[in-house]
Structure formats: structure tokens, C-alpha cells
């Protein structure tokens, strides 16, 4: 089982940028950045496979979210910028190790414990 362990949340103000980070204890196939906001389902944001860096966008988020990834490090970051209130949630890193998508949720089996993000207005 991969431990993955997430940092980088906290308050931020509406416009603002902040990076997550996500250390893995080895590779698998794609990693994610999923989010949950209070009362809501968890929701994909972003992912990239650690091979090629093909990357994915949930519309939300689009041009104003990066996605990268250091292979030496193990470690994937979430670029936040131009930040939204509604972007507030719990941020989760997930891996997943099926290598027929990279896009699809229920592939992401393994699951960090999760950093806040607040944008305040």
C-alpha cells in the first residue's frame, strides 16, 4: 500500500494562490488531487500519470489549476491559482494503479489523510 501524505492547505484570500504538495512512498500508475467540500461528494480535480505527465482537468478548474509531478522526489503538486471561494474544501491525493484511465475516480484506491483549503471572499 503506497502512504501518500498531503501539505500546503490553508487560508487564503479570494485571487490568491497556494500550492498542495503530495509525498508518495513509491510510483503507481496516476496520481490525483480530489476535494470535498462541507456536505458534498468528493470530487475529482486534477491527475497525472507519473510516466508520460498526461494530465486532467475537471472544468472547474481550468486554467487556473496546475498539476505536476517530480519523479526524483515522488512528490505531486497541485498549483492553485486565482483562487475562488468555492474552491474551499479538503483536498485529497489519491493514487491509482489502473493503467486503462487516468480520469476515471473509482480507479483512485489508495488516499492521503486530506489538508484544508479555505478562500476566504
Known amino acids: 500500500q503506497v502512504q501518500l501524505v498531503e501539505s500546503g492547505g490553508g487560508l487564503v484570500q479570494a485571487g490568491g494562490s497556494l500550492r498542495l504538495s503530495c509525498a508518495a512512498s513509491?510510483?503507481?500508475?496516476?496520481m490525483g488531487w480530489f476535494r470535498q467540500a462541507p456536505g458534498k461528494e468528493r470530487d475529482i480535480v486534477a491527475t497525472?500519470?507519473?510516466?508520460?505527465?498526461?494530465?486532467y482537468y475537471t472544468d472547474s478548474v481550468k486554467g487556473r489549476f496546475t498539476i505536476s509531478r517530480d519523479n526524483a522526489k515522488n512528490t505531486v503538486y497541485l498549483q492553485m491559482d486565482s483562487l475562488k471561494p468555492e474552491d474551499t474544501a479538503v483536498y485529497y491525493c489519491?493514487?491509482?494503479?489502473?493503467?486503462?484511465?487516468?480520469?476515471?475516480?473509482?480507479?483512485?484506491?489508495?488516499w492521503g489523510q486530506g489538508t484544508q483549503v479555505t478562500v476566504s471572499s
Open positions: 513509491r510510483r503507481s500508475y496516476a
Open positions: 497525472i500519470t507519473w510516466s508520460r505527465g498526461n494530465t
Open positions: 489519491a493514487a491509482s494503479y489502473y493503467t486503462g484511465s487516468y480520469s476515471d475516480p473509482k480507479h483512485f484506491t489508495s
